[in-house]
């Protein structure tokens, strides 16, 4: 028997910086990519972990995404997604250079050290930026000679097609 399902129930535990997985808030499904504190030299047993919810915003008035705090999914099992892209709309006309405003969370910059996503920290009043490659999270910074985006989605790629999850940080589904 062939079982058609994108993901791997882990361990909240177990998960790997910078890997994406859905959890459920509310009843509702939830996107995330689990980070750490890139700002730190740290061997990989000991990084600070953090969540980076496409999805979720600790306060109403925040806009996604946003760092939750770990201490929710302590003892939870999250799916583990692997076939996932985060697409950024590639338009000529809505290309931007350099980078975005630091207090404007949810662009997408290309830089020559990483591809990243600015959001607000579960705790502070500055944004960060997320490398989403590696889920290495430090404070936002100047990306000279870079560009940036508005405008992503996250897709889930599987045998029967593509699925959108997120529109900059909106959940399917939602308004």
Known sequence: M???????MTEFEKVEPGEF?????EGRPAFAMKIYDASVEQDSS??????LSF??????SMTRPT??????????????VSEVVIRPQFEISKLRDGSPPEQSPGPIM????????RAWPDHGQKTIDVDLCTGGAGASF???????VEDWEIVLIGRSGETVLCKRGTPRGAA
């Open 2 to 8: 062939v079982l058609d399902f994108p993901g791997v």
């Open 21 to 25: 997985f859905i959890f459920f808030d």
């Open 46 to 51: 000991q990084k600070k972990a953090g969540v």
């Open 55 to 60: 999805s979720l915003a600790m306060q109403s």
């Open 67 to 80: 760092v939750l705090d770990v201490k929710r999914f302590r003892n939870r099992d999250v799916c583990v």
């Open 110 to 117: 290309f830089a020559s050290d990483g591809v990243f996503v």
């Open 142 to 148: 100047a990306h000279p000679g870079g560009l940036w």
